[in-house]
């Protein structure tokens, strides 16, 4: 098929290189001259395991392009895929849904044969009826112009590999045209045994942040249980294994830390509690704030660990490392960072902070310049007073803890999220602390 992708950022992106690898021809389209031509150069802004090679793969093979031109996406493409954001609205509760109804409004006077417009963003429940009007209004093809949502389930590091090979498909959708545009622009995916889930439009849109809002109670609830272990002595590791092998809990999502960050999660949970309570499911609202708190509260657990591990050394004053910038691993994306959080308030307390991370450094220079930053992982070492891991990237469970034993001027590590096997580094001298666990 030829496809648009409208949007290309950390959804985008990937989507247009994966439908590429499936066979389409793909066209991209962004408001960013500079960005189209460094991805038509083959280049990619953002980092995605495999992301790279498989667009350097195909701009190469001229199978996907870039444009600024809208018209030119709609000249071109019988299916559109909408990947635009949806950040969090001024009210802090809601998507701000401005640039999906402004992408219908470029896209749509252009639209002058049968289509399928097909939403990929995170949206308010009610969204794609109001796009579906909207388009169909401004199309000069009218109702011949089927809109389709489709949420992403993306986990951001995996973006390539989830596209390609996801665990499920949803459409929200309301006629037959609409249900055959997915099908064929699935078809490998579905003939490798995809199950898609054909629904209303309302339910794919509650589909989305049903999900993201499950896994972050399963994350609170678990840092809540962490806080308790932390009291009493008990071991979170432990009680995670116990938990997780009942097969109603499992322990998958399930990983005590200083909490959830990223483009979607907190936003996605913000937005889903703010509809529980639109919709008057109060009781809902509640246990969803209730998450939210405990998840906001993680960054002054993990000051409080870090201060009670420097004993009579006081914060201020204090040189900390902090080993990890980005959200998570296996992404250069610092939004709503919890390492930047916690590196914030150390800073707050007096610290002077050192910043280390594999691929996010240039990404959170941008957002916070306030810190000193190094991609050398033994020199970010130099002088510190503690190293607080608080991004868990592979790098740092393999680094030699014997190489590095002599770099900090004191040998303590606060693992904030309870990642690393500690017996290697105990074994080579560093005193090793992580939340939820009996320090030693």
Not at 29 to 40: C, F, P, R, T
Not at 239 to 263: A, C, E, F, K, T
Request: charge should be negative.
């Amino acid at each position: 098929m030829r496809i648009s992708v409208i949007g290309c950022g950390h959804l985008g992106i990937p989507h247009a290189a994966a439908m590429a690898e499936l066979g389409h021809e793909v066209i991209g389209v962004d408001v960013d001259q500079a960005k189209v031509e460094q991805l038509n150069a083959g280049h990619c802004p953002i980092f995605e395991i495999g992301l790279p090679e498989l667009l350097a793969q195909h701009t190469a093979s001229g199978r996907l392009r870039f444009t600024t031109s809208i018209r030119e996406a709609a000249d071109f493409a019988e299916l559109h895929f909408i990947g635009v954001g949806t950040p969090i609205s001024p009210d802090g509760r809601s998507y701000d849904t401005g640039q999906v109804f402004g992408a219908i409004r470029q896209l749509a006077p252009h639209l002058d044969r049968p289509c399928t417009i097909v939403g990929k963003s995170t949206v308010t429940v009610g969204t794609t009826r109001q796009v579906t009007e909207l388009a169909q209004r401004l199309a000069p093809a009218g109702e011949r112009v089927d809109v389709v949502w489709n949420p992403e389930f993306l986990r951001e590091g995996h973006a390539v590999e989830d596209t390609l090979r996801p665990d499920r498909l949803i459409a929200g959708l309301t006629t037959p045209e609409g249900e055959k545009a997915i099908r064929a622009v699935y078809a490998p995916i579905l003939d490798a045994g995809t199950p898609l889930f054909v629904t209303d439009p309302q339910t794919a849109e509650l589909a989305k942040g049903a999900a993201n809002t499950f896994l972050g109670l399963k994350i609170s609830y678990i840092n809540a249980v962490a806080d308790m272990c932390q009291a009493a002595g008990g071991d979170i590791a432990e009680i995670v294994d116990i938990l997780g092998i009942d097969p109603r809990i499992g322990s998958g999502g399930m990983r005590p830390g200083i909490g959830y960050g990223g483009g979607c999660l907190p936003k996605d949970i913000r937005a889903f509690t703010a509809s529980a309570r639109q919709l008057g499911a109060d009781r809902a609202a509640t246990l969803l704030r209730a998450a939210e708190e405990i998840n906001e509260s993680r960054t002054d657990v993990a000051l409080g660990l870090i201060t009670r591990v420097l004993g009579d050394y006081p914060l201020e004053g204090a040189r900390v490392t902090v080993w990890g910038a980005a959200f998570k691993p296996g992404t250069n994306d610092v939004r709503e960072s919890p390492a930047l959080a916690l590196a914030q308030a150390l800073q707050q307390a007096g610290a002077t902070v050192t910043i280390h991370d594999p691929q996010a450094v240039n990404t959170a220079l941008i957002r916070n310049p306030e810190f000193d930053y190094t991609d050398d992982l033994p020199a970010s070492l130099d002088g510190a007073d503690v190293v607080v891991l608080a991004t868990e990237w592979p790098e740092y469970g393999h680094a030699n803890p014997q190489a590095l034993v002599d770099r900090p001027a004191n040998a303590l590590l606060v693992d904030c999220r309870t990642t690393l096997d500690p017996e290697p580094w105990r074994s080579a001298g560093w005193t090793v602390h992580q939340l939820g666990r009996p320090g030693k």
